[in-house]
Structure formats: structure tokens, C-alpha cells
């Protein structure tokens, strides 16, 4: 299955999209994850996005719509993958839409701005293997180190609150009507974001078909 995750920064997107992952041994393909490796490890692409992504701003098109061209190639991607922040605009739905890879499904996760304003201003990440989490939803053991590595867990530059709002600004005007341009392909399923994790995956699985 092909499946897109849909929806504002800060719905929980990734969260959802890893659980899927594991339950349908698929990769999840995240453009905001491939692009913070890049700035961490400041390869060119990696140099040419950081001032987009620590404003809030978008990356631009030409550059996401490589990163994803070049990671649908891959063998791993054969029997169905997630793709986690992409799209974020009509032109790379449309360039998505000349690859190979036919979308089944494309999930959208609905959350007020409001809430979305108070999740991410709890959001913390590990900066050595990218691992996230939430100091109140989902707090790693001591909410301060990550479980996975035991590295002190950081605050993301652009989950700072004028960053958010910005982000956004920007979702409103440039990915939202990506809504309307997948419904009219009959392949939009919306699932309400809950206020617990679990509750939101059940949802998520329920459209999915899984389990
Ligand atoms: P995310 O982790 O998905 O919230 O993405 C973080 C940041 O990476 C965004 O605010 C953008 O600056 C950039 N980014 C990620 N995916 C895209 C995309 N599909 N198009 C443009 N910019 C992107």
C-alpha cells in the first residue's frame, strides 16, 4: 500500500506513520526528516535549506521533489511505503503524481490550530538518531533523555512559537488545498487527532483497514 499522511505541522503525522510502518513492514519517508540529516551533516542540499527550514518556510519544490524521486527508486520502496510531510504544495502533488508510485490512500489528520500550538510547544528530539517525542503525550522515560540512545532530548529551532505560527501560515496557504485536490481523486480519509496517542492510531488503523 502507498499511503501519504496528511495534515498541519504538529498533528502527529510522524508518530502515526511510524506505527504504520512497523505494522505493515513499509519505510516511512519523511522530506523534513531527510532534510534535517542533511543540515546536521551539512552536505549542499542540507546548507541550501537551513534558512526555509529554520524560518518555517518551505524547502523548495525542485529540491523535495529530488529528495523524493531519488528515495521512491529505492528497492525497499517496491512493496508500498508512507510518505510523512510530502506533499506540501499542488506542484509536488503533480510531480508525485508523474512517478511510478500510484497513491492508494492518503490520510489526513484534522487538529485546531490551537492545539497544534500547545503539542508542539511539547515537542522534544533526540539530535543524534532523530527519535521524538512529547513531554506530556509521548515522554521518553525521563523525560529528558531518549530511550532509544540516552542522549539529552532537544527542542526543535523551528517548533519555537513564532516558528509555529508561521508554519502555520504557510500549511494554510500552500498545503491545504492539497485537501481538496486529493478528494476530488476520491483517495482523502480524514481522521480526527484525539487527544491520546492510542485513540488517534485506532482511527488511523480503522481507515487503513488494519486490524
Ligand atoms: P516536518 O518535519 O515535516 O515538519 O518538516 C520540517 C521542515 O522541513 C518544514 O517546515 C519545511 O521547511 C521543510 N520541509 C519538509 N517537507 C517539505 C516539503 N514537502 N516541501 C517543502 N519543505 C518541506
Known amino acids: ?121 511539547g515537542r522534544r528530539v533526540c539530535p543524534a538518531c532523530g527519535a521524538s517525542y512529547h513531554t506530556k503525550y509521548i515522554p521518553s522515560r525521563d523525560n529528558m533523555s531518549c530511550d532509544k540512545c540516552g542522549t539529552v532530548l532537544t527542542i526543535r529551532k523551528d517548533d519555537d512559537p513564532a516558528v509555529v505560527k508561521s508554519r502555520l501560515d504557510v500549511y494554510h496557504k500552500e498545503t491545504e488545498p492539497l485537501e481538496v485536490y486529493y478528494k476530488n481523486k476520491g483517495l482523502l480519509k480524514s481522521v480526527t487527532g484525539k487527544e491520546k496517542l492510542e485513540d488517534t492510531t485506532a482511527a488511523t488503523f480503522a481507515v487503513l483497514g488494519i486490524k
Open 1 to 121: 500500500m502507498n499511503i501519504i499522511f496528511f495534515g498541519p505541522p504538529g498533528a502527529g503525522k510522524g508518530t502515526q506513520a511510524e506505527l504504520v510502518s512497523k505494522e505493515l513492514n513499509i519505510p516511512t519517508i519523511s522530506t523534513g526528516a531527510i532534510i534535517r540529516e542533511a543540515l546536521k551533516n551539512q552536505t549542499k542540499m542540507g546548507k541550501e535549506a537551513q534558512s526555509y527550514i529554520e524560518s518555517g518556510a518551505l524547502v523548495p519544490d525542485s529540491v523535495v521533489i529530488g529528495i523524493i524521486e531519488e528515495r521512491l527508486a529505492k528497492d525497499d520502496c517496491k512493496n508500498g511505503f508512507i510518505l510523512d510531510g510530502f506533499p506540501r504544495t499542488i506542484p509536488q502533488a503533480e510531480a508525485l503524481d508523474k512517478m511510478r508510485a500510484k497513491i492508494d490512500i492518503v490520510v489526513s489528520i484534522e487538529l485546531s490550530d490551537e492545539t497544534i500550538v500547545e503539542r508542539m510547544s
